[in-house]
């Protein structure tokens, strides 16, 4: 159950840009701007450091670490207390850092809540040393970087990345006075308070957040987990919404708690240890220091972190899932502050909850979700750690429920409550903890390294929970959450037995969410309303009796290797653009291709192989065969992953030793994926293509109600999107009208209710039950791998394929006219929705060919910033607000999307986000572009051509682009190296051209399109240029490339 991700990451896709990956957190990434270079018409205030102190101290220099890890890592305390982990990476391209505060939104006044968050909102919002607001995100921009930050329950986490590594210091520079000397501006104060209201609003319609809440209701009111965290403008400027803004407040808040001693940073560059330790003690020379740790824990310590009833909450869910949810609430030690601190670290490391969730949460076909499955009660289980604080945790089993499952749900506890009592006394083989131990191990050992920004913000989270403890655990650091620590099985044993009892002893929190209309099977108790989000839910009495089941524990994994995996080369220690070249073609016969590359540069034993079976039958003609598709795959993953239609391979046990498979069809055809430790690789891609081959959908559809599952799992998707906020439907609109094939969500939920067996015969066999109408195949086999590995793979894909009708033609983006007047769809409202946000967006496509590629990425990159300072810092129009550069099957565009709830005199309608974008783009963007000059273009360009000079950092980065131009039949292998050229020979004229040729209002090549989507009826003034239907009007287009 995590917070949804902003919609934003749904148009950036394509311009690979970093979404960082945030634990579950109350205020959704709040600023989670994706930049990549921005205009800055600032000049810096340079100042001079303050000599760094001579007190900082090393605590530990020595890692336990991965074997394909090359960088080196040390630990200091700065004078102030900071903690701060430095890591070197000479491989690195990039630079990142982030700075976690322990204090979160459980830290709020009692009478401001949101306090932490709009804390966090504020830092950057200006400082004594950088006064402007957005003053760092402007230079982050500028120099191509990205910058964020979030609050969570005990945390408020701040972090940036930088394509170029030589900048860290002045980034550093430029950040370090957010922990020491933020400004709380008086009218910033109280135009950001608008931000943080609109992004509740954005909030009140997603199940993440409305959950949490309702989790946090069950608590104590003294219990500060039962705070709101995110705020609006009545609870931070009380009574109503029009008190003084809470400046002092603030101040308050920061003093007490942005000190050294509660701060754990990370610095990931380049440059020496030496030099990242000097550049960090100078940034953050003024943090105030304190002598020792306090955790604003302490302080609620003897708060019981109970909850104060023990009923189940019922409730509609607003995106259409169907699940039971329990959770466990485990106490930390509660002798005193300290024991629960150390007792956090012991069991964070020791990982009782690993071997749990491996024997709760099993698929194999004596599994508990087996069990459920054979009763028809649910489609999926997962079970593992969940909430974690300094004081207690939480283990947390969700079960998707089918509709008989909902309304058996009660029945679905007592299975679970009971396996968790029978677990308790049973006697567990010791192969579940080998076996558990030596994969997380492997893992750790031949784990790829992620990217340096998550890097910093994942270390920074760990540094903060472990970063104080004895020197072992220091040491550990790295491993923390990747690989238990070492330990006998006994051990093992009991503090799993342990968890267990603690578990059994309390009734744990139990939730149920559905459908609306299919809540009335499942509720019935008292019916109640939580106050932040006026979530109705139905609470009913838990039987405090659990009667104890028999647990039948999996047997021994045969896919878990037998020696420790080894790469047959070695990590490559300075690759070039050269080593990622593409593939070799080692057979092209008319019919199939096959393509290779031995892994010599990341030293990892795994391998990816990738197939794609060309066929017209699944996607690329209609919405109905696209539906028909997506049910297929369906029956056929789940028929493939069930124990008891087939016994040829097992799935699970695969996937628990790092071996991973997935089927999927679109409008190019079949699609089949596999991944991971090389060594038994070729037989579980054999296994699984022969299976899926062998595959009698019509025969499964029958059986029990597997096709009633599956339809009903598509039917809530589908639901789901068409619920989506009105920026991701505008966003989804705008590709109905401009992208082929690209079928509309109502004529996919039509095909839907018109999909049964006979429907599913039918398809099948007009298209020779999918693989009789396979019209070319393509494999890429990349890795740790040989030719003959390849070979044999291939040609068990294309053993029985004949050959079929014709290969489907591309998706391609459609050429929207050129026109002086702009084209306007309206995004239909779903039915019964009562969504209080509206939004609009302009699309301006500027072409195709790495040229305009290169000078719509700048362009972008000059607006973006501006963009979001004059329309949400400024106006406040809403939370999501954002000018972005688009690219889609070689088309670049430009976007301007803005959300809004706003009812008042500054903004109505979607016609006054228009108003405000048009006035962006009448007057303020050609000022911008004016005085755009070499000096910054020269910035802009070399942040944008690092990103693209980038080197994937681990296999799957280097197999994606590869596989990309094989899909598309592009082969263009160069593009990347082309477009940081085009990008290095842009001239300021150059960037002007494409604005006034096809962004300005007269501009000769314009072509834009504008998707709304109202909270009400349109105003009649907008109706004017309307697009009645969106299929028609994007039947009449031709694409790009064919026109
Ligand atoms: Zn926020």
Request: proline residues 6%; hydrophobic residues 40%.
């Amino acid at each position: 159950m995590r917070a949804s991700m902003c919609v934003l990451t749904l148009l950036l896709t394509a311009n690979a840009l970093r979404t960082p990956s945030l634990r579950m957190s109350v205020a959704d990434p709040q600023r989670r701007r994706l930049f990549q270079g921005a205009a800055a018409l600032i000049t810096f205030r340079a100042y001079e450091a303050p000599a760094a102190s001579k007190t900082t101290r090393i605590l530990q220099e020595t890692f336990a670490k991965p074997q394909t890890d090359s960088k080196s890592y040390r630990l200091v305390e700065l004078a102030s207390g900071v903690r701060c982990l430095l890591v070197q990476d000479p491989r690195a391209e990039k630079c990142a850092a982030a700075l976690d505060v322990h204090v979160g939104h459980m830290s709020d006044p009692i009478d401001r809540p949101g306090l932490a968050h709009f804390c966090e909102h504020m830092l950057f919002l200006g400082n004594d040393k950088y006064p402007g607001e957005d003053e760092f995100e402007q230079y982050i921009s500028r120099v191509g970087g990205s910058s964020n930050a979030f609050t969570d329950t005990e945390d408020t986490c701040y972090f940036f990345e930088l394509p170029d590594p030589a900048k860290v210091g002045s980034a550093l520079e430029r950040w370090g006075p957010f922990f020491s000397a933020p400004r709380f501006a008086q009218d910033a104060t109280r135009r950001e308070v608008e931000a943080i209201d609109s992004e509740h609003s954005k909030n009140l319609k997603s199940d993440g957040f409305r959950l949490f809440q309702l989790t946090k209701s069950r608590f104590p009111s003294t219990h500060p987990f039962s705070k709101f965290g995110t705020g609006t403008r009545k609870t931070l400027r009380p009574p109503n919404g029009d008190g003084d803004p809470p400046v002092d407040k603030l101040r308050e808040f920061y003093g007490t708690n942005y000190v050294g001693s509660n701060m754990a940073c990370v610095v990931c560059s380049t440059q020496s240890l030496d030099v990242l330790q000097k550049l960090t003690e100078n940034a953050l020379v003024d943090v105030r220091s304190t002598t020792e740790r306090r955790p604003p824990s302490t302080l609620y310590f003897d708060e019981e972190p109970l909850p104060k009833d023990s009923d189940a909450y019922v409730l509609a869910s607003l995106q259409s899932q169907r699940e039971l949810s329990v959770q466990w609430v485990l106490p930390y030690d509660r002798s005193d502050p300290d024991s629960a601190f150390a007792d956090r670290i012991q069991k964070r490391y020791f990982r009782d909850d690993l071997f749990l969730s491996h024997i709760l949460g099993h698929e194999g076909p004596d599994s508990i979700l087996a069990d459920l499955r054979r009763r028809g009660l649910a489609t999926g289980l997962g079970a593992g750690s969940g909430e974690d604080t300094d004081q207690f945790r939480t283990f947390d089993v969700s079960v998707q429920l089918t509709q008989k499952g909902l309304k058996e749900w009660r029945s679905v506890l007592a299975t679970i409550r009971g396996a968790a009592l029978g677990l308790q006394t049973a006697e567990w083989p010791s192969n579940c903890f080998e076996e558990t131990a030596r994969m997380a191990r492997l893992g750790f050992q031949w784990g790829e390294t992620p990217d340096v920004a998550n890097l910093a913000t994942a270390l920074a989270g760990k540094l903060q929970v472990v970063g104080w403890g004895a020197s072992e655990d220091l040491r550990d650091l790295l491993a923390l959450d990747r690989t238990p620590r070492d330990a006998s099985t006994d051990e093992r044993r009991r503090a799993v037995s342990e968890l267990l009892r603690e578990m059994n002893t309390n009734v744990p929190l139990v939730t149920v969410v559905a459908p609306q209309d299919e809540l009335q099977v499942a509720a019935k108790g008292a019916k109640k309303v939580e106050p932040i989000y006026k979530t109705p839910y139905f609470a009913e009495k838990l039987s405090e009796k659990v009667t104890s089941s028999q647990i039948k524990f999996p047997p021994v994994n045969p896919y878990i290797p037998d020696t420790d995996p080894k790469p047959k080369y070695a990590k490559k220690a300075k690759p070039t653009l050269k080593d990622f070249g593409p593939p070799t073609k080692l057979l092209d016969d008319g019919f199939g291709k096959l393509w290779f590359k031995e892994d010599r540069i990341f030293g990892v034993p795994r391998a990816a192989v990738l197939v794609l079976l060309r066929t017209e039958a699944t996607g690329s003609r209609s919405a109905a065969d696209a539906i028909h598709a997506r049910i297929w795959t369906r029956l056929a993953a789940d028929a493939l992953r069930d124990a008891d239609y087939q016994r040829e391979f097992d799935s699970y046990d695969a996937s628990l030793a790092g071996l991973e498979w997935t089927l999927g069809a679109g409008p190019r055809g079949v699609q089949l994926s596999f991944g991971g430790y090389d060594a038994k690789l070729p037989e579980l891609a054999e296994a699984v293509v022969s299976a899926v081959k062998g595959f009698d959908a019509v025969q499964y559809a029958l059986k029990n109600d597997n096709l009633e599952r599956v339809l009903d799992g598509t039917r809530r998707d589908i639901r789901a999107a068409r619920a989506a906020p009105a920026s991701s439907r505008c966003i989804e609109e705008l590709g109905v009208l401009t992208e082929r094939p690209k079928f509309p969500l109502i004529e996919a939920e039509n095909a839907l209710k018109k999909t049964n067996v006979e429907s599913l015969r039918k398809w099948l066999t007009e298209n020779a039950n999918v693989f009789g109408s396979v019209a070319a195949t393509d494999v890429l086999v990349e890795g740790n791998c040989d030719e003959t590995y390849a070979r044999r793979i291939e040609k068990s894909v294309r053993s029985g394929l004949s050959g079929g009708s014709t290969i489907p033609a591309e998706p391609s983006v459609l050429q929207v006219p050129l026109s002086t007047k702009v084209p306007i769809r309206y995004a239909a409202k779903p039915s019964a929705s009562d969504e209080v946000n509206y939004a609009a967006i302009y699309s301006y496509q500027t072409g195709s060919g790495s040229d305009v590629r290169a000078a719509t990425l700048v362009l972008s990159s000059v607006l973006e910033a501006p963009f979001y300072e004059a329309l949400r810092t400024k106006r406040q129009l809403g939370y999501v607000v954002q000018a972005a550069s688009r690219y889609r099957e070689g088309v670049s565009s430009m976007v301007f999307l803005a959300q809004s709830a706003k009812d008042d005199d500054v903004c109505r309608g979607p016609s006054d986000l228009v108003r405000y974008i048009d006035e962006f783009l009448d007057t303020e963007a050609p000022q911008l572009l004016d005085k755009l000059d070499a000096a910054q273009l020269a910035d802009i360009v070399d942040g944008l051509a690092r990103r693209l000079d980038e080197l994937p950092k681990a296999l799957g980065g280097a197999v994606a682009p590869h596989w990309d131009e094989i899909v598309s039949r592009r082969y263009d292998w160069d593009r990347r190296a082309r477009e940081a050229a085009a990008l290095r020979k842009l001239s300021v004229g150059d960037v002007r051209d494409l604005f006034y040729l096809s962004l300005a209002r007269t501009g000769a090549s314009r072509r834009p399109i504008l998707v709304v989507a109202d909270r009400g009826k349109p105003s009649s003034s907008m109706r004017t240029d309307a697009i009645p239907d969106a299929a028609a009007w994007a039947s009449k287009l031709e694409s790009w490339g064919s026109a």
